[in-house]
């Protein structure tokens, strides 16, 4: 390959390292050695969180990314992580879908409050991790921001990279699916904060 690599390959490599990262942060209490060095058991405890402000992208911003949002913050209640969510094309100002918030507050989190907005390169800087609900949004924020390759990944990443398909404009089941998955997705990610 000569000394430089092909632009193609840089993304997954930064992907692949990334990926090794999140593992290493996720070891409880096995030390790890990474090109020589040894990092010492569960680096977290020295550390702190890895990840401070998470960025979850959908869309529109009124269906999947704001249910991960509410229950992602829910989750993390109590610990110093950031959470927003923002569409790649938003229903800007619209609150979020009426049986996306149904389902959010039968398990008890009231998203009434939430308001759609556009994504911007201001959101995308700040965020130290971008989840997304298909492979086809990492293909955008990759050709917008070529530098948040290495920070964006699929909520469903934990579950075989699993897509969450978009439920808007579809019956109450399809929300309900996606409810289930976003909710094992976001359960799947505590670990690595």
């Known amino acids: 390959m000569g000394g430089n690599a092909p632009a193609a390959f840089l993304p997954l490599a930064a992907l692949a390292l990334c990926t090794l990262l999140l593992d290493i942060t996720a070891t409880a209490d096995v030390p790890v050695s990474l090109a020589g060095n040894v990092l010492p058991a569960n680096p977290r405890r020295l550390v702190g969180p890895v990840f401070n402000k998470i960025l979850i992208v959908c869309i529109g911003n009124i269906c999947r990314s ?11 209640r109590g610990r110093a992580v950031s959470v927003e969510s923002a569409g790649l094309a938003a229903l800007v100002d619209y609150p979020i879908d ?4 149904e389902l959010l507050a039968e398990h008890g989190l009231d998203a ?4 759609a907005r556009q994504l911007d390169d201001a959101a995308i800087a700040s965020a130290d991790l971008i989840l997304v609900m ?6 955008t924020l990759s050709k917008r921001s070529p530098h948040a390759v290495g ?21 109450r089941s399809a929300f309900e699916h996606a409810y289930q998955l976003i909710e094992e997705g976001v ?5 690595h904060f």
């Open 66 to 76: 704001p249910t991960a949002e509410y229950l992602m913050r829910d989750r993390l």
């Open 98 to 101: 009426p049986t996306a918030g």
């Open 134 to 139: 298909q492979r086809s949004h990492i293909v």
């Open 187 to 191: 359960g799947s990610w505590l670990r």
């Open 112 to 115: 009434s409050l939430h308001r």
């Open 151 to 171: 920070r964006t990944f699929l909520l469903g990443k934990w579950q075989g990279d699993q897509e969450i398909p978009d439920p808007y404009r579809r019956g």
